[in-house]
Each structure stands twice: as C-alpha cells, then as structure tokens.
C-alpha cells in the first residue's frame, strides 16, 4: 500500500487508456484503408466518367423525371421492394452506394431540388438487408424454422414499408433546404 | 506519366490535327480527361472527408471499447418482454444501440435475447438502421457510406449545411425502423400460426 501501489495504479489505467485508443486508431486505420478508400477510388471514376462524357446529360435526363417527384421516387422504392429483386440488388449496398452518388451528382448540378435528397435516401434503399436476412437471423441463434418464415416476412414487409418510407421521408423534408431555392 | 501525356497532346493541339491521327489525339486527350477528373474527385474526398472521419472513427471506436459490447445485453433482455411499451424498446432503443456500438453487421446478434417470434422483426428493424445513422455516426457502417455520402456531396456542392439532413436523417431512420419492426412482427405472427395450422 502507499505510494508505490498508487503509482502502479494511475500507470496501469494511463497504459490501458492509451492501448484503447491506440487499438481504436488502428482498427480505424484498417477499416479506412480495405472498405472506405477502396469505394472512393471506384466512387471517383464514377463521377469522373459521368461528369466528362454525354452519360451525365442521358442519366439526368431519365432520373431528373424521377427523381425530383413524390410519385417518380415511389415509384423507386416500389421496384426496389419488389420481393424477387430486392435480394439481388441488396448485396454490399453497391446499387444504393452508385444510385446514391448519380442523385449526388444531379443534386449539386442542380437538376433535382436539394430538399429532395431525403424522401430519395430512402427510395434508393427500400432492399437493404434483403440479401443478408438467413445470414442475419443466424448471428441472432434463430432456428431454422424461424429463417423460413423470417426471409418471406421481411420481403413481404418491404412492399409496404418501403414506400411509406418514402412518404414519411418526404412530408419530414419539408423545410429542408428550401431558402436555398 | 501524366504530364508527360498533357505536355506532348498540348503540343500536338497547336495546330488543330486532322485525320486519322487527329482523331487519335482528340480521343487520348478525352481518354485521360475521364481519369483527370476522376483524380481530382478522389482528391476532394480524401481531402475533405476521409481526415474527419478517420479522427471520428477512432474516438468512437474508443468509446465503443470503454463501454464494452457485454454492457448492452441487459437492454436485449428487457427487449424481449411483451406489451405495448416494449415495443419502442425492441425496436428503436435496441437497434440504435446495437448498431452504434456492436456496429453492422455484429449488431443482429442482439436478436439472440429475443423470442424467435421477434427476430425477424428485430432483424429488419437493426439493418434497416445501418445507413440513416450514418451521417452524424459514421462508424456504424463505413464499408458502406456512399449511400449517405453520394447525395450528400451533391447537397456540398450546392454550399449548403449537412447538418440539417443528417439530423432528419437519423430521425425519419428511427420512425421507419419502429414502423418496420411492428409491420414485419405482425407478418412473422401471422406466418407462423398459419404454418403451425398447416402441420
């Protein structure tokens, strides 16, 4: 006891904080450097492509319709939940990931109204999850019998919940932006 | 490399080619125009996003490891009761905390404390919350941060505030996921009792 124990104390606790943060550093490091710089690479000549060739001016032309209308956005969302599509355009969040980064696009060009950028966050990615929900329910220990009937329930669940996502979505967006105009 | 190429299809522009190896000349010069502008995109992003969010990401991240994953299975219990005022529990409360700490995709494993009746609709409920929480916390989902960050770098480029659509955002999220986890829990019942007719 005394002050060598105290001192054995505060090094311990100063050790343990700066190996937490030092091991948070570099599990962010790990992270950035194999999923997030690797999308903006593949983001960028995206953009790049769009912004210097015709493709910019044909997509906006089909999305401006689309996407800078209540219905047009619905009618995203629609697709996108129907049950046979939404597991195949679910994996990894790439279709939402590229849709997202068009919209982005028409957005900051001008061509869909900015208050739009909310209701259309949702339309892009009424699928998320479809393709993982097996995968999903495992991690929770569910039973067999329970992914039967979990994977038809959560499409079947997105039909509705998708759109009135949207709708939710767009009635929270108003307001949003619109001094900018 | 790339100097090299603008230096040399500068001198050839001087004067206007024509033919085919003009044609060639206007052709590289639209080529490397694509992965110019590429580069100077990938330069904004990596400059302008990527310092804050790694700073971000490691503060959390820290955060994460004081609390401690075991320290939220308390919250999965309480999650499974049943009754009217567990459901914002179960699907609000829940998701929201075992994805911003357990992060995608370990935070479906919190539906191990719920019947199975309810794992469905937890599951729907959790992964449904992986992108709107992306824009004030980031490291929940990095992999996947293009479908926040897309839109929202349309909405930079127009000089406007993130801050007030990362805000709905998050909360329009928290709404959907309730609704998603109410309407999905009442299909999975009505699925189950049939199929229990059924045998």
Redesign the interface.
């Known amino acids: 006891m005394g002050f060598s124990s105290t001192v054995t104390k505060v090094g311990r606790s100063v050790g343990g904080v700066v190996g ?2 030092y ?3 570099r ?3 790990d ?2 450097i194999r ?3 690797p ?3 593949f ?7 769009i ?3 015709g493709i910019g001016d044909w997509i906006a032309k089909g999305i401006k319709g689309s996407a800078s209308s209540l219905p047009g956005l619905l009618l995203i969302s629609v697709v996108c939940a129907i049950p046979l599509l939404s597991p195949l355009l679910g994996p ?2 790439v279709i ?15 061509n ?1 109204p ?1 208050q739009y ?2 209701p ?3 339309a ?2 009424p699928q ?2 479809c393709d ?2 097996p ?3 495992a ?5 067999p ?2 992914v039967e ?6 499409l ?3 039909m ?2 998708g759109p ?2 949207v709708v ?2 767009y009635v ?2 108003f307001g ?2 619109t001094s ?1 105009k | 490399m790339h100097f090299l190429a603008v230096g040399f299809l500068s001198a050839v522009t001087v004067d206007k080619p024509t033919g085919v190896l003009g044609a060639l000349a206007t052709g590289a010069e639209d080529f490397i125009k694509v992965f110019n502008k590429g580069g100077s995109v990938l330069l904004s992003l990596m400059g302008g996003i990527l310092p804050t969010l790694v700073v971000l990401l490691t503060a959390v991240n820290a955060l994460v490891r004081i609390i401690g994953p075991e320290r939220i299975e308390n919250l999965g219990k309480a999650a499974a009761r049943p009754g009217l005022q567990w459901y914002p529990v179960r699907y609000i409360v829940l998701p929201f905390v075992s994805v911003f700490v357990l992060t995608n995709p370990m935070a479906y494993t919190m539906g191990r404390f719920l019947p199975e009746r309810f794992k469905p609709a937890f599951y729907d409920s959790a992964v449904s919350f992986v992108h709107p929480i992306l824009g004030i916390f980031p490291h929940a989902n990095p992999g996947e941060l293009f479908v926040y960050v897309g839109i929202a770098t349309g909405i930079q480029q127009l000089g406007l505030g993130l801050g007030d659509l990362a805000v709905r955002y998050l909360l329009v999220g928290l709404v959907v996921i309730f609704i998603r986890g109410i309407v999905t829990e009442r299909i999975t019942a009505r699925m189950m009792t049939k199929s229990e007719k059924g045998e």
């Open positions: 937490i943060l091991q948070a550093g599990d962010t490091v992270t950035v999923n997030v710089i999308f903006m690479a983001i960028s000549f995206i953009i790049g492509l912004l210097t060739t990894g969040a939402a990931q590229i849709v997202g980064t068009l919209l982005g696009v028409e957005i900051g060009k001008g869909i900015a950028s909310l259309a966050l949702f892009i990615n998320v999850g993982f929900i995968v999903g329910l991690l929770g220990e569910a039973e019998a329970t009937i979990g994977v038809p329930a959560v079947f669940s997105r509705v919940t009135l996502a939710i979505a929270a967006s949003l932006y900018a």
